[in-house]
């Protein structure tokens, strides 16, 4: 049964990747009269041409191809690669003042041109996979750059760990009224802190410098000592900045996607003690994410508090990124409950997130089931958490359907 499952999973991720998500970010993305990419598509593909355009989306959607890229080089992705390199670096990357503004408008002008440490994150991570792809010296340049400013203007010396949020010239600012997605509820943030962290391990793999290794070594070790709740197997969301908790909700999409992020950068520093701590917390957190966040039909709720869930809405990214941590703790633990687990989660996403009329996926499923009316792409909706989902399964599960005895 686990060698059928293994690889109907892999079969049904390449199919999901290359011949739904890939061509369909291709064809309804990119701005073809301004260039770059259009920051709104609602559902039937309308089109928003002055809705604003983020560094978070193009950063995605670089990793994504430029990730694809690597994988099938002659498969066509580099030209969407090259396109958001482009527009990464003419229409957000602010030459005065160093990094990436939030948001600008449709034909190019600084919206918001805040330094959220959380979106220069996302740059690091995708100049980083595009220089993996194309060995291009100034993308490797501009990640390392952003490194830089992150760890000369950001970092806090005192009690460790990163702050938020900064003015264009790269002032702090007070976090508690930015109006940005799970950052500005406190000094620090785990989302921000999750994706420095998934943002340093990919620059440390053409980078691998001493003093990014060190930061990295540290920030493992915060997302384990500080971030994770070693009692519940949950991440805590929100702290000041002395680590202290301010907030008690749950979401069960961060724990599961952390549960995976955290092996993968220990596994490449290579401590082993830290490694051996890291698959512990992998499996803790895949248990509670199991125990506590996970519906009838094996999607993965929004959002809780520790006596249950209080969002069972089923967004699209929770899903994906929940394939890939049960998948990353059955292959720490072994145990058929995390892979049965991992191919439940798919039967949701194929049942009710893909979209079979138009392509892509829908973003949200409604507590009571069907496609929630709001948008397929935004400056949050992406091809980076379901793109990569099947990368993973394909590079995780892959070599063994290979071996599987009678295999193609």
Request: hydrophobic share 40%; net charge negative.
């Amino acid at each position: 049964m686990s060698s059928d499952l293994i690889a109907r999973l892999v079969a049904r991720a390449q199919a999901d990747l290359r011949e739904n998500l890939l061509p369909y970010w291709t064809r309804t993305a990119p701005d073809q009269q301004l260039g770059g990419f259009f920051g709104r598509v609602g559902l039937g593909e309308t089109v928003d041409r002055e809705a604003p355009r983020g560094a978070l989306l193009t950063s995605r959607i670089l990793w994504t191809y430029s990730a694809a890229h690597e994988r099938w080089p002659d498969a066509g992705y580099l030209g969407m690669a090259d396109r958001a390199y482009r527009d990464l670096l003419d229409r957000f990357w602010d030459e005065a003042n160093g990094g990436l503004h939030w948001t600008v408008t449709a034909d190019g002008r600084p919206l918001d041109n805040s330094r959220n440490v959380y979106g220069q994150a996302f740059g690091i991570y995708a100049l980083s996979e595009y220089h993996r792809a194309t060995s291009h010296p100034e993308a490797l340049e501009q990640a390392i750059t952003l490194y830089g400013l992150i760890d000369t203007h950001a970092r806090d010396t005192v009690n460790r760990g990163y702050f938020e949020l900064f003015t264009a010239d790269w002032q702090r600012e007070d976090s508690t009224s930015a109006a940005v997605m799970d950052v500005g509820h406190g000094a620090k943030s785990q989302n921000t802190h999750l994706h420095l962290m998934e943002a340093f391990t990919n620059l440390l793999k053409v980078w691998p410098d001493e003093g990014l290794r060190k930061a990295q070594h540290d920030l493992v070790d915060l997302m384990m000592d500080r971030v994770l709740d070693q009692t519940t197997g949950h991440l805590n969301l929100f702290f000041d900045e002395d680590w202290k908790v301010l907030s008690t909700g749950i979401s069960y999409g961060h724990d599961i996607e952390a549960a995976w992020l955290i092996l993968q950068a220990a596994e490449l520093l290579g401590d082993r003690a830290q490694i051996a701590r890291a698959r512990h917390a992998a499996v803790q957190i895949a248990e509670a994410t199991l125990a506590d966040g996970v519906g009838d039909d094996g999607s993965i709720l929004y959002a809780g508090e520790p006596n249950g869930p209080t969002d069972r809405t089923r967004d699209w990214w929770p899903q994906a990124e929940a394939v890939v941590g049960f998948l990353n703790a059955w292959q720490v633990c072994g145990g058929g409950r995390f892979l049965a687990a991992a191919g439940r989660v798919w039967d949701f996403i194929e049942k009710e997130l893909v979209d079979h009329e138009n392509g892509g996926w829908f973003r949200s499923i409604a507590p009571e089931g069907g496609a929630i009316p709001t948008d397929k792409i935004n400056l949050w909706i992406c091809p980076y958490h379901n793109g990569r989902a099947d990368m993973e399964i394909i590079d995780r599960l892959g070599p063994l359907v290979s071996a599987i005895p009678g295999s193609p």
